[in-house]
C-alpha cells in the first residue's frame, strides 16, 4: 500500500459567498474522479487559505490546507515555499514571518514539524550569475525537500541534481490551477499508509516524485455515483 498526494495546486479565489465558488468544488470533484489513485490535494494559493479551509470541510480526506508564500530575504531576493498542513493561527504567523526571511521562516516551520518545500526555483535569484549561485545555496540550506516534478514543465533536471546533491526529499505537485491540468504530478509515499506516516516519510526523505499520463477527455472515468459511495461510505 502507498499514499499519494498532489502537493501544490492552486484556484481561482473565490470566497465561500462568491457566485462562481461551487465551480472550484465541482472543478475539485473531477479531479478525484480522473485520478482515481491520488489520494489527496494540497490546495496551496498565495498567501491565502480561505478557499482552501472550506473545501478541506467538504472533502476532509481528499484536500490539505496549504499555501505559498514569497519570503522576503532583502530588496533582490525572495523564494517561493509552500507550507503543508496549514490552520489559520499558523498562516497569521506565516504572514508575518515571510517578511523576516528564510531562516526566521523555516525555524517556525521545523520547531513545529510542519511540512513545506521549496518551489518555483529560480524564482527570486538576483540577476548576476554569481550572486545567484551564492543566494541559492543559502536558501536550499534551510530546506529538506524542493519540488522537482510540475505538471506543466515536467521534470526538472536542474532541481532532481539539486535534490541529489544536498540530500532533499523530492516533491511532485502539479503547481497549476485545479481545473485546467490535463496531467498531475504527485508524490508516492510508497509505505505509508495513513495522512500522519505520508508526512514521516517525507521528513525522512523516503517519497518519490511521479507524473500521471495525460489525461484524455474521452477516456472513461468513475461515476460520480461510485465516488460519493467510496468518499461516504
Known amino acids: 500500500m502507498s499514499i499519494t498526494l498532489d502537493l501544490h495546486n492552486h484556484t481561482f479565489k473565490y470566497t465561500p459567498?462568491?457566485?462562481?465558488y461551487h465551480k472550484e468544488l465541482e472543478n475539485l470533484y473531477w479531479q478525484i474522479v480522473q485520478y482515481p489513485y491520488i489520494d489527496g490535494f494540497a490546495i496551496t494559493n498565495y498567501h491565502d487559505i480561505s478557499l482552501a479551509m472550506v473545501l478541506a470541510q467538504k472533502l476532509p480526506t481528499r484536500v490539505i490546507?496549504?499555501?505559498?508564500?514569497?519570503?522576503?530575504?532583502?530588496?533582490?531576493?525572495?523564494?517561493?515555499v509552500v507550507v503543508l498542513g496549514v490552520n489559520a493561527r499558523l498562516h497569521?504567523?506565516?504572514l508575518?514571518?515571510?517578511?523576516?526571511?528564510?531562516?526566521?521562516?523555516?525555524?517556525?516551520?521545523?520547531?513545529?514539524?510542519?511540512?513545506?518545500?521549496?518551489?518555483?526555483?529560480?524564482?527570486g535569484l538576483p540577476g548576476l550569475e554569481i550572486d545567484a549561485v551564492a543566494t541559492l545555496d543559502f536558501f536550499l540550506s534551510y530546506f529538506d525537500a524542493i519540488q522537482v516534478i510540475n505538471s506543466a514543465v515536467q521534470e526538472s533536471k536542474?532541481?532532481?541534481?539539486?535534490?541529489?546533491?544536498?540530500?532533499l526529499a523530492v516533491i511532485g505537485g502539479s503547481d497549476y490551477l485545479i481545473c485546467?491540468?490535463?496531467r498531475r504530478a504527485y508524490t508516492e509515499a510508497a509505505s505509508a499508509t495513513n495522512i500522519k506516516e505520508f508526512w514521516q516519510?517525507?521528513?525522512?526523505?523516503?517519497?518519490?516524485?511521479?507524473?500521471?499520463?495525460?489525461?484524455?477527455?474521452?477516456?472513461p472515468a468513475p461515476s460520480l455515483w461510485n465516488l460519493g459511495k467510496k468518499q461516504y461510505k
Do not use: M, W
Open 180 to 182: 485546467d491540468s490535463v
Open 158 to 167: 536542474f532541481a532532481s541534481r539539486l535534490a541529489s546533491y544536498y540530500n
Open 17 to 20: 459567498d462568491h457566485p462562481q
Open 201 to 219: 516519510a517525507l521528513f525522512n526523505k523516503q517519497v518519490l516524485a511521479r507524473l500521471t499520463p495525460e489525461f484524455l477527455p474521452d477516456t
Open 65 to 80: 490546507v496549504g499555501c505559498e508564500y514569497r519570503v522576503l530575504e532583502d530588496e533582490n531576493s525572495y523564494v517561493q
Open 96 to 123: 508575518r514571518a515571510r517578511l523576516r526571511g528564510i531562516k526566521y521562516f523555516s525555524t517556525i516551520l521545523r520547531e513545529q514539524q510542519i511540512p513545506y518545500f521549496l518551489a518555483r526555483l529560480g524564482d
Open 92 to 94: 497569521t504567523l506565516l
